[in-house]
């Protein structure tokens, strides 16, 4: 056996360990131990190996970005147990529930700051089902549109700022945070306004899928108090990622601080209600303690993956497999965004992001492909992971909270127009990417990639 299969042997072994069910942060780190030790008994490898893995290893627990994976997760968790997010549903209720699609829109707009302020998808998807789910089926909506609406709006925690998914992108494709932050904004803006507008024109043309609600205590809308009501429970939450946000966008704030300003901020507002409780901040702590735990595993199983994999040349083994594709920027654009696309029906988003992106990014980068602009397309693109029948994230945490008197296939036919709507903005981003940066480049060049890079020496990494 040559050493040049051992690049391709290791990845096809990866994939068999994730497809038989094994974790995959142990997964990564088993299968490049394994590859590493046969790279260390060819002489492949050196002791400068083991030194680059170790600085690798304090690279991940000294980067300042990820810090502010804990401190925002902690801070959405906070604000959701303290029930901020229901009283915003409720008070927004009061204004659009008399419309028809009136509570599909507050669900949107609710999963869309929840998204913002929580960072991940599981926690918005099972928080709008548990708050909004029931009252929307006893106004009578179409179980389709409003599980559909319910999934799609918890998904936005994938692109919205200061999202931890974000983060996580940012530090596998190498790119500053705050531009990814900054490219995120305007996408996430249409992303919204288009599940609004589908709401719109589906209940436009079917007015019965989605009835005006008759809601307790309903009062007009000239009464000044219902917009007060709705302009605090929606601003202060609002308010306080709109804060973490400035923080970091003008440079008072590293995200990591920006992040501790969001929990003092959410403590702040739990006493002020008079609802942060021990037990409350107990399950605060304990749910972030376990997410980022998942988080830290999988960064360092990808790592050692990573330096294996690329010590064995396997960099060149996948440049050499993109260079067969036409068309240049675009054709590698459309292959790459269809690739993740199909991947996502069998692969989660953690999966894809630790393990197919490091291995796309530098091909991108050599290619003169914006790293901003691929970061947030694939953002968008991976979205669709949350929403793809039948192995959504999504769809599965929606599940797990809607009553028995919505069928599993409702809901996966409901989540289908807006699956299509994320397609759809990842066929903007592609077509308009001025959208994202004004300095990507545009798509349309048909120029052919022909890469070709030495191999990567095995040095040790400098600590920044």
């Known amino acids: 056996m040559t050493f040049d299969l051992l690049a391709p042997i290791m990845f096809a072994s990866l994939v068999v360990v994730l497809l038989a069910g ?48 804990p401190l925002l997760v902690f801070m959405g968790m906070i604000l959701e147990r303290t029930g901020i997010a229901e009283d915003m549903l409720l008070a927004l209720n009061r204004l659009f529930g008399r419309v028809p699609g009136g509570l599909a829109y507050t669900v949107i707009i609710v999963g869309a700051v929840l998204s913002a302020i929580t960072g991940f998808v599981s926690a918005s998807v099972i928080a709008l089902g548990l708050i909004s789910l029931p009252v929307m089926l006893r106004t009578g909506y179409d179980h389709r549109l409003a599980t559909g ?28 945070l705050i ?19 589908y709401v719109f024109f589906a209940t436009w043309r079917t007015p019965h899928l989605a009835p005006p609600a008759a809601l307790k205590g309903d009062r007009s809308w000239a009464d000044p108090t219902v917009w007060l009501e709705a302009a605090v429970a929606a601003g202060l939450p609002l308010g306080l990622v709109l804060a973490v946000l400035a923080s970091i966008y003008f440079g008072v ?39 980022c735990s998942c988080v830290i595993f999988l960064l360092l199983g990808a790592s050692f993956f990573t330096l294996v994999f690329r010590g064995l040349n396997g ?9 067969h594709i036409p068309a240049g920027q675009l054709g590698f654009l459309l292959f790459v965004n269809v690739m993740i696309f199909l991947l996502a029906f069998f692969l989660d988003f953690f999966e894809i992001a630790f393990i197919v992106l490091p291995l796309i990014a530098p091909i991108a980068h050599k290619a003169g492909i914006d790293m901003v602009w691929l970061t947030v397309l694939l953002a968008v693109n991976l979205q669709t992971s949350f929403m793809h029948p039948p192995f959504g994230i999504a769809l599965y945490n929606l599940r797990s909270v809607a009553p028995r008197s919505i069928a599993t296939s409702q809901i996966y036919w409901g989540a289908v127009p807006f699956l299509l709507l ?24 048909v120029e052919d990639i022909r890469i070709e890079l030495p191999p990567l020496p095995l040095e040790v990494p400098r600590l920044e």
């Open 315 to 323: 960099h060149l083994w996948i440049e050499s497999l993109f260079q």
């Open 179 to 197: 531009e990814i932050y900054h490219g995120a904004l305007i996408p996430s803006a249409l992303l919204i306004c288009l599940y609004l507008g």
């Open 253 to 291: 704030a590293t995200p990591s601080e920006g992040g501790a300003i969001g929990v003092t901020g959410a403590l702040l507002l739990g006493l002020a209600k008079r609802r942060l409780t021990g037990r409350n901040l107990k399950q605060a702590m304990e749910i972030a303690g376990i997410l």
């Open 22 to 69: 094994f974790p995959v942060a142990f997964s990564l780190a088993a299968v490049a131990a394994v590859f590493g030790l046969v790279g260390v008994l060819a002489g492949r490898f050196d002791a400068m190996f083991l030194t680059a893995m170790k600085f690798r290893i304090q690279g991940v627990f000294y980067n300042d970005n990820l810090l502010a994976i």
């Open 422 to 445: 994320q397609l759809s903005m990842v066929a903007i981003l592609i077509i308009a990417p001025g959208i994202v940066t004004k300095t990507a480049p545009a798509p349309a060049n």
């Open 149 to 176: 609406a319910i999934a799609a709006a918890g998904t936005l925690a994938q692109i919205l700022p200061p999202s931890l998914v974000l983060i996580v992108l940012a530090e596998q494709m190498e790119v500053p």
